[in-house]
C-alpha cells in the first residue's frame, strides 16, 4: 500500500522575511526522503532562519514527522530564528496536543497574523526562548 500513496510535497513561499513551506500529503518521511527537513536545512544554509509552516494540506502525521517538526525547529533556533505551525488539520492538531508540542510550538490559524508574529520575536529578543531546555527534552525521549 505505501507504494501507492503520493509523496509528500513541501513548497518555499518567501514573505517578507518569513520562508512559508506548503506542505502537502502525509508526513511520514524517511531518512532517504524528508522533504521538510531538507528544504529547512538548504533555506538556513543560505542565511534564512525564519519559518511558518502550513500544515493545512497534511492529513497525517506519525512520529517521524513530529521529529522532523521539532528538528527544525531547533535548527530555526540555532540560527536565531524561530518555527512556527500554521493551519494544522484536525488530525494534525490532535497528535501536536496529544505530544504536548502546543506547548513548543506557536500555532497560528490565519498566516497573516502568524506573519506579523515574527516582527514581534524581533523586539522581545531578550525574553527566554519558549520551549524546553534540551536536557528536558531528551530526559523525556
Request: aromatic share 4%.
Amino acid at each position: 500500500m505505501s507504494s501507492n500513496r503520493r509523496p509528500t510535497k513541501c513548497r518555499a513561499q518567501k514573505i517578507g522575511k518569513v520562508n512559508v513551506l506548503k506542505v502537502t500529503g502525509r508526513l511520514t518521511p524517511d531518512e532517504n526522503d524528508d522533504v521538510i527537513l531538507s528544504t529547512v536545512k538548504q533555506l538556513a544554509e543560505a542565511g534564512e532562519k525564519d519559518f511558518l509552516i502550513d500544515l493545512n494540506s497534511v492529513n497525517y502525521i506519525n512520529s517521524t514527522g513530529v521529529g522532523t517538526l521539532i528538528h527544525c525547529y531547533r535548527l530555526a533556533q540555532s540560527k536565531g530564528g524561530n518555527l512556527k505551525l500554521l493551519n494544522p488539520s484536525q488530525s494534525v492538531t490532535h497528535i501536536i496536543q496529544v505530544s504536548k508540542l502546543d506547548s513548543i510550538f506557536e500555532v497560528y490559524q490565519d498566516q497573516n497574523l502568524a506573519i506579523e508574529s515574527f516582527n514581534h520575536d524581533d523586539s522581545l529578543s531578550d525574553n527566554p526562548k519558549k520551549g524546553r531546555t534540551r536536557k528536558q527534552a531528551s530526559e523525556e525521549e
